[in-house]
């Protein structure tokens, strides 16, 4: 085992013992937050409570330009998991506990390369990443922070990955008229009936994308996730929800998108169509330029000596940035596939090879 990699493991150690399940939302400014600021002692740290367990610490090291971002909230753990989730576990090549692959092993990584180096250095630790409320980020990007360039730590397998999919999340509700089911108006009438109409032209619409490309990304990605409604097998539904989230390519335009959804449905039947979560892609602004943005975030990657990997379907707060004009990538030890899994695991290598390149891009 190398020098790097022991240190690595030390700082990961600590950091999985740190309870920062999220839900339930109970993280605070003390803990893994004065063990970070006790890693650090040559950099200015600014820890703010955004409310609801969203604490952000923003660590700064002379005048840089470039901030890496990493999230220190992890999923819930689950009774499949073999052991302690909250003990990190190294069994041959794999460090094993709740947070090593996503992303507490970049966070570990981060703390070493900062001992190792003395040059200018930024890192905004969040804990809100998991919750779907980007309540650090978006108060770091709305102040004056000088940076320019992002590195977002999520699972990559160390390669910079440059462009992901968006993520929008919509509520509907349609309403019907109750009565009993052998109406002969028992067909327009059922709110169910509407969602289901509904739902048969939007998958339409979806089938329609399969052509759009950005990259190595090909389609819509789509998903109704849940329906509720009605009463009994002879009662007209008088109401019904639906759930459902789709993911677009950057070169989608979300806002036409959600025209054209919610004009699958009948104007008479809809009560309500609400979005209540939008991710933008990753690069993230007009569509028309999500090439050039590309290119920009490319050209950043190669200037550092990282390998570019593939476009990804998963969403990242990495879009936030890009969002806020920043060029922006995302970074880091560990593979997706792995991350949110009972005995969650990072190999020890990419631990080893993050905690070397972030060494030798702060050092240069």
């Known amino acids: 085992m190398t020098d790097m990699l022991a240190v690595v493991l030390r700082h990961l150690d600590a950091l999985v013992a740190f309870d920062t399940r999220n839900p339930p ?116 990007l709305a102040r004056d922070h000088g940076f320019c360039e992002a590195i977002i730590a999520e699972p990559t397998r160390c390669e910079a990955v440059l462009a992901h999919r968006g993520i929008s999340s919509v509520l509907m509700r349609f309403k019907g008229e109750a009565g009993h089911a052998s109406g002969t108006g028992a067909l327009q009438a059922n709110a169910l009936h509407q969602a289901m109409r509904w739902g048969a032209a939007a998958l339409a619409q979806v089938e329609a994308e399969a052509g759009a490309r950005f990259g190595e990304l090909s389609g819509l990605r789509f998903n109704i996730g849940k329906v509720e409604g009605g009463i009994k097998a002879n ?8 759930r459902f989230g789709f993911r677009p390519l950057p070169s989608h335009d979300i806002d036409a998108l959600h025209d054209r959804f919610r004009a699958c449905a009948a104007p008479d039947a809809l009560e309500r169509y609400e979005e209540t979560f939008r991710g933008p892609s990753l690069p993230a602004g007009d569509p028309a330029d999500a090439g050039q943005r590309r290119q920009a975030a490319q050209a950043l990657a190669e200037r550092l000596g990282l390998a570019v990997g593939p476009a990804v379907d998963f969403w990242t707060e990495a879009a936030l940035f890009s969002q806020a004009g920043l060029t922006a990538l995302v970074y880091g030890p560990g593979d997706i596939a792995q991350a949110h899994a009972a005995d969650e695991w990072v190999a020890l290598e990419q631990l080893q090879r993050y905690a070397e390149s972030i060494t030798r891009i702060l050092g240069n």
């Open 25 to 140: 939302r109970r993280i605070g400014t003390d803990g893994i937050f004065d063990y970070i600021r006790a890693q650090l002692p040559d950099f200015q740290c600014e820890v703010t409570d955004h409310g609801d367990g969203a604490v952000s610490l923003l660590a700064v090291r002379g005048a840089p330009t470039r901030v890496f971002n990493v999230h220190l909230d992890t999923v819930p753990s689950s009774d499949a998991w073999s052991a302690d989730p909250l003990r990190l576990r190294v069994d041959g090549e794999r460090a094993i506990g709740l947070g090593a692959c996503d992303i507490k092993g970049a966070a570990a990584g981060l703390l070493a390369a900062a001992s190792a180096t003395r040059g200018d250095a930024a890192f905004l630790f969040t804990t809100d990443e998991e919750a779907n409320d980007a309540r650090c980020v978006v108060a770091f």
């Open 235 to 242: 009662v007209i539904a008088p109401s019904a929800e639906v």
